[in-house]
């Protein structure tokens, strides 16, 4: 007789069945939930985390799948196992309420799995940051947007890549309307709610496969935001979105960062404040030689990588994910600092990278078997000098860090990286960099003209208006008059050449567009707020015939256009009275910096005497007690006052202090980390370490609870735009608004005529040569005080042009490598002006003396026509002496043709 099986039996098999049917469904859904969220973005709450190699878990990278043989079958009677993954999928994860969340590194199992499971490696990821620049990292107003050029090598451009991107908001946000977009080679990525106004928030984005090109590619942000509460123009001043440079970036894995040719330099990973970091490994005693050397491939590192903001320093070879080591020199010399195994057999000029290890970062060498083999090696860093990578890429690069432009041009703001757009908000804003001559005469001898191509809706009010903003000065405004609106391809604003100046350049134009609804100020209806204003790529910019004269002495020359180092006709000379490891690495970066603005290396002969009888420009370098009093009085120093605020740090390298609590120093450095989001403050330079002195230095600050609680939100999906509609898209744009516009009233144009009596005797196109010199956004007299961290100067010694000293000092040598530090980020180094440039450090600001006397520079051809500019432009400075001109001329006028007329014709009695 057959024996049934028992209850017992019939119920463990039942349940071993269940189990296993249960676990299998478990794994199909979850690969189909992987598979439909693939490109879904995560936001994740983040408290003020410190910069450090970015853990798979918060960044939801996808985890590696275990291979077959990794684990074993599991036995029939039993639920199936689950390997550990490495990180979180990045689709959504759904949990049953009462299961604990899974922990990385942990071992899934399901419920009769006993014994141990083997548990996988997480995958080691890290940040690509953003390289810094001269917009920093903060969009403000109601619209706002930054690109930059990102060098992906052919490996990166073969991953399934993922984008983080971290950022923290103003209170004054309304998170309802306002978004942040990722845009990569002007494809849309994603989109996300703005509502990190407590902690900063991190974004994960998925880049579509295809869309990274090897080579240069762009990274743009844009914000769109509207307040809470406030409908007025003056409350878009409050919207801000601070992107967190830590927080920031392309999520690779360790093993693609990594850069093994000379030609991917451009894909050096910055670090977390967006400087790249180079660590000049030297000899113990180098001489000029070596320093020389090192300095030409700093330079060409910082020009082929578009690195705005590179920081060098000395010392042994150093580890890390960010940054390069750099060796220069003979095949015996690297052997003895490094070793023979870093080097190898040389016979010939070589210039080779080594991938970074777990101890090393990636390490350039540049060496031969002799001193000459050596320079020879220097120029392989030449081979690749057209860029390669996607059209908006190169683009981007092109205008790294701003669009050179010369005279006599045209040039299509699409060409510098602006984008057509749509607005419904009350203030829209969008700006540009254009890099002038360093030899440029800026006077009001002629105007460039932005002709811009748009339009504005009907129904605005009087205060409508075009202003523009050149170097944060207001240099024009033109009211949108018409009551029915207007759509227009060549309005013209007129820009005095004055406000130009050799060097960088920033540009922003304005469009003030309130309504009448402005003033009931009905928050919720921005949703479905018309456009009031279009603004098309297809805007240019003409630049007229310039005047090509230098200036001397002029630092903002110097910061932002390199002169006169770029332009001399000699080699330049770098004086160094004190050659140690600091002043070493401050000189680097400060000539770095040189390189980058001017476009070109520039080649230095480094002395330890006083070229004082030099027929070429002197940058000299040193801490304060190095240089000869005597010397810097001739050159017309403070040399005084200096030694009065720096009294007491003088030759005092140490930067000890007294010992705090560790954890009192968490505290007060993750809660000053969120002062420096909210106040867009540089982070190469270094606020007060008391946490009460940096409150105090920065007023009006927005204090929230920094223990908010982490959340997960799912950002929108921007829908991409297909291949051939960006080409029309701002014809149509055009045409849309030109045929809804002329749809309406057409017999206003009477109340357009009484608007425009009302603003007779105001000019259409305000000349703003001295009217607005005074209205700066900001600016303060020089002031030395014991805050002082860096004095630059510059003058003339001699009485000779060619014989101009430009003096970097500060008290000691430590001070110098910190505070040069913060001088070279785009956001300061654009403040340098005048004959005397004094650095606070603590509050990343340069105070400037201005120049009293100023010496003209030939380095152009005397052709008639820029002799005649130059006059124009000089004339058009010295108002007193034009007029006394005129006078002058008209008196001699009358003169002689009263000694004509006098006995010309028929005398009468």
Known sequence: ??????????????????AAAGALALVASQALAQAIFLTAPQEVSRINRPPVVIDPAPVNTTPARPQPAAAPAPAPAQAPQFPAAATPAPAPQFPAPAVAPVMPGAVLQGPAATGPRPILKPRQTMLRHLANNIQGYRLAGEIGSSEWPMYITDRQARRRLQFQLGYLSAVSVMPEYSRLTLSINDQPVGATPLTAVQSVKTVVFDIPAGLLRPGFNSVRITAEQRHRVDCSIEATQELWTQIDPTQTGLILDESDAAIDAISDLGALPADEQGALPLRAVMPANPTTRDIERMLRVVQLISIIGRFEQPVVDTGAIAGGLYGANLLVGTAAELAAIAGPQMVGLVTKPRAFV????????????????????????????LVATKPKGAAAGLRAAAAFPGYRVEGGQRLRLADIGVRSAEFDGRLFRTAFNIIMPSDFYPADYGRATVRVAGGYSPGLTSKAQLVMYVNERTAVSLPLLKSTGEVFKDNPLPVPLGFLRPGLNRIEVEAHVPTPSDESCDTLAAKDAPNRFL???????????????????????????????????????????????????????????????????????ITQTPPLKAKSPTLAVAPFDALDPDLMKKLDMPVDDLMRVWREKIGVESRGGAEVDDSAVAVDAATRNRLVLQNNFPMACHPPHSLGGFRAMLQNIDRFATGATEEEEVAEDAPAAPAGEEEEASSDLFQEWDARLRNENRLSWLFDFARGVGQWGKAKFTDAGDLFRGFERGGSPA???????????????????????????????????????????????????????????????????????????????????????????????????YVGAALVFGLLLAVTTRLFVKNVGRRTP
């Not at 007789?1 to 269940?18: D, E, V």
């Not at 540049?366 to 220097?378: K, L, S, W």
């Not at 110098?816 to 450090?841: E, F, K, N, Y």
Request: charged share 20%.
């Open 1 to 18: 007789m057959t024996r049934l099986p028992s209850h017992s039996a019939r119920h463990s098999r039942g349940f071993r069945a269940f």
């Open 535 to 605: 603004f098309l790529d297809s805007t240019e910019i003409e630049i007229p015939p310039i005047a090509r004269v230098g200036r001397l002495p002029d630092l903002a020359v110097t910061a932002t256009g390199g002169f006169p180092f770029a332009g001399s006709q000699r080699r330049s000379k770098l004086f160094m009275p004190r050659i140690d490891p600091k002043t070493i690495g401050a000189a680097a970066t400060f000539v770095a910096h040189l390189a980058v603005v001017a476009g070109r290396p520039i080649d230095f002969e």
């Open 354 to 381: 080594l991938p970074l290890t777990p101890g090393r970062r990636t390490t350039i060498v540049v060496t031969g078997a002799d001193a000459q083999q050596v320079d020879e090696a220097i120029k392989q860093f």
């Open 783 to 881: 002031e030395m005080s014991s805050e002082t961290s860096l004095a630059l100067g510059q003058n003339i010694l001699g009485g000779a042009n060619e014989n101009v000293w430009t003096i970097l000092t500060a008290p000691n040598a430590d001070a110098l490598a910190d505070s040069v530090a913060c001088l070279v980020d785009p956001r300061v180094s654009r403040q340098i002006a005048g004959r005397l440039s004094l650095l606070d450090i603590s509050k990343a600001k340069i105070d400037a003396i201005p120049v009293s006397n100023t010496h003209f520079v030939i380095t152009q051809p005397l052709s008639v026509g820029n002799a005649r500019l130059i006059a124009a432009g000089w004339l058009s400075l010295h108002s007193l002496y």
